[in-house]
C-alpha cells in the first residue's frame, strides 16, 4: 500500500512539472461551409490526453509550444496542426465519405465494429449516469440485448447481476455471470453475504464487487457477448465481457466537475385485500386468529389480544384499510460526486471524490446503505515512455433486514400480511409493550413484524483497496508493451 502511494504522488508531482511548462492554445473549429463543428476532440500527438470542443467549436488546451494538435469529430477527417508558438489557432475540418466505428476490446485495444467475431455494445459515461444509479449497471438495465441486468436483493446496495444469453449452468459451483475488467485488470465481483440454497436465494445481500465502483468514474462501457470474447480473455470470460474504462486526466485548463442528485421512492403496488370480513375463521371471531375469516366488520368496539395482566385492548371492529401501506416510509437516495482533472501533452491527473446515502422503504434505518469513494489516478509520457497508476478506496457501510423466512421463522413481509384486517400493524412498533412484546402479541402464528425488523437485521462495515501501476513502451505504432 505504502509503494502504491508512493509511485502515485511521484506520479503527481512529475504532472504538475510538466504542466507548468506549457501555454494555453484557443480556437474554433469549422467545417467547409464555415459553420461552427460542436464537441469536437482535440489531442496533443503522441499523448492520451485531450479536450472537447464546446457547443460552438470553442477549445482551450495546454500545449508546449512545439506540439502537434490533431482535432477529430464525427463525420469528419482527422486534422493535424502545428502550434509553432502560437496562441491561436482556426481549423477547418472535412466531411469523410468513410465512417466506422471501434470497439475497446482490451486493455489498449480497439477493433473496428464490422470485423469483430462477436456481438458488442458500447456505453459511454452519459449512458451510465443518466438516471444517478448507485451501482454501474443499473443505468443499463433494459438498454442491452440478450442480457439480463438485475438487482438480487432488492434493498438498497443489494448485488447486481449480468447475465448475457442466458444461464450456462444449474450446478451449485457453477457461474453465469460475465468476467468484470476494470481498466484492463479482472476485477472481483463476488457476491458478500450469505444463501439459503443452491441457486444463491434468500439470505443476506450486501452487493458484489461491482457496487464498489463510482459510476461517475466510469469513461464507457463495452459489453462483449459470445464465447469468442475468450480469446481475449480466457476461459473465465466464456460468459462474456463486462469491460469497464475509467475517467483519466486531459491536457487542458484544470476543470472542476461537481453532480448532486435525489431520488425518492414509495410503495407501488401491494396484494389486493378484502375489508369486509375482520379477524377469526368460519365466521367466528377467535383472538388467536392471524386471518381475515371471522364475522362481517360491523364498526363496533370489541376486545381483542392476548389477556395480560387480567385485561385486553378495545378497538372497533373496522377494517384498516391502508393498513399494510402505511407500515412503509418513503425512501430516498442522495448522490454527490465531485471530480478535478487536469494536465498536458506529458501529464495529467484525476482525482474525484463520491458519497451516496440510500435509505430504503422499510421504517427506520433498518435498509440503509452508505459509500464513500475516493478515486486518483495519474499518467507521465516521455517520448515513447508511458507510466500511470491509479488509486481507489472504497469505505461502506449497511444494514439489511430479514427478508427470508428460513432465516429466523419468518420475514418481516410475510409478519405483515398475517395481521386481520381490524388490527392497526403501527401500533406493533412499540414491540416492547407488554400486549405486543414476544410473549403476548395477538397470534401464536406469526411475529410483531416491527421485532423481527428491528431485532432480526444485519449490519456490515467493509473497506476495500485496489488499483493498478501500468508501465509501456511503443517501439513504434504497430509494436508497443505494457
Known amino acids: ?5 508512493s509511485v502515485f504522488t511521484t506520479l503527481l508531482f512529475c504532472t504538475m512539472v510538466a504542466f507548468s511548462q506549457t501555454s494555453p492554445v484557443s480556437g474554433q473549429i469549422k467545417n467547409e461551409k464555415g459553420e461552427p463543428v460542436p464537441f469536437a476532440t482535440v489531442k496533443i500527438k503522441g499523448s492520451n490526453t485531450g479536450v472537447p470542443a464546446d457547443q460552438n467549436g470553442n477549445f482551450t488546451i495546454q500545449a508546449a509550444k512545439t506540439a502537434t494538435i490533431i482535432i477529430s469529430a464525427t463525420s469528419f477527417d482527422k486534422q493535424e496542426i502545428s502550434v509553432s508558438n502560437r496562441t491561436t489557432i482556426s481549423v477547418s475540418l472535412k466531411a469523410t465519405s468513410n465512417l466506422q466505428e471501434v470497439v475497446v476490446t482490451a486493455l489498449g485495444q480497439t477493433r473496428s465494429r464490422d470485423k469483430l467475431g462477436y456481438s458488442a455494445s458500447t456505453f459511454r459515461a452519459e449512458d451510465v449516469v443518466r438516471s444517478a444509479p448507485v451501482s454501474a449497471l443499473d443505468g443499463l438495465q433494459g438498454r442491452v440485448a440478450g442480457a439480463d441486468i438485475s438487482t438480487v436483493g432488492g434493498q438498497p446496495g443489494s448485488s447486481s447481476k449480468i447475465i448475457l444469453r442466458g444461464y450456462s449452468s444449474l450446478s451449485t459451483s457453477g457461474n453465469s455471470q460475465a468476467l468484470i475488467i476494470v481498466d484492463g485488470v479482472p476485477f472481483n465481483n463476488s457476491r458478500l453475504g450469505s444463501f439459503n440454497d443452491f441457486l444463491n436465494h434468500g439470505g443476506v445481500d450486501f452487493g458484489n464487487g461491482l ?12 459489453i462483449l457477448k459470445g464465447a469468442a470474447a475468450t480469446s481475449l480473455y480466457g476461459s473465465r470470460a466464456s460468459n462474456g465481457v463486462v469491460l469497464v474504462t475509467t475517467k483519466k486526466g486531459r491536457s487542458g485548463k484544470l476543470t472542476v466537475d461537481f453532480t448532486s442528485s435525489a431520488v ?3 410503495v407501488g403496488k401491494l396484494p389486493d385485500f378484502q375489508n369486509t370480513f375482520g379477524q377469526g375463521w368460519n365466521a367466528q371471531h377467535w383472538k388467536e386468529e392471524n386471518g381475515s375469516w371471522g364475522p362481517k366488520l360491523d364498526g363496533k368496539d370489541r376486545l381483542w389480544g392476548s389477556v395480560v395482566d387480567n385485561s385486553r385492548l378495545i378497538k372497533p371492529f373496522s377494517a384498516v384499510e391502508d393498513n399494510v401501506r402505511d407500515f412503509y416510509d418513503v425512501g430516498k437516495e442522495i448522490n454527490n460526486n465531485i471530480a478535478i482533472r487536469g494536465g498536458n501533452e506529458t501529464a495529467n491527473f484525476y482525482m474525484s471524490y463520491g458519497n451516496i446515502y440510500s435509505d430504503g422503504i422499510l421504517p427506520s434505518d433498518r435498509d440503509v446503505y452508505r459509500r464513500n469513494n475516493i478515486s486518483l489516478r495519474g499518467q507521465i509520457k516521455a517520448n515513447q515512455f508511458t507510466a500511470s497508476a491509479s488509486l481507489n478506496y472504497i469505505n461502506k457501510s449497511g444494514k439489511t433486514a430479514n427478508t427470508d423466512a428460513t432465516a429466523s421463522g419468518s420475514s418481516t413481509f ?7 384486517r381490524d388490527i392497526p400493524i403501527g401500533d406493533f412498533r412499540a414491540y ?3 400486549f405486543f412484546d414476544v410473549d403476548n402479541y395477538f397470534t401464536p402464528y406469526a411475529s410483531n413484524p416491527y421485532y423481527s425488523l428491528f431485532e432480526n437485521g444485519n449490519t456490515n462495515q ?8 501500468e508501465l509501456g513502451w511503443d517501439f513504434s505504432k504497430a509494436i508497443n508493451i505494457r
Open 1 to 5: 500500500m505504502r509503494k502504491l502511494v
Open 211 to 222: 457496487n464498489d465502483l463510482n459510476p461517475n468514474d466510469i469513461d464507457n462501457i463495452s
Open 264 to 266: 425518492f421512492s414509495s
Open 414 to 420: 410475510e409478519n405483515i400480511i398475517q395481521t386481520s
Open 432 to 434: 416492547k409493550n407488554k
Open 462 to 469: 467493509n473497506d476495500r483497496v485496489f488499483g493498478n501501476i
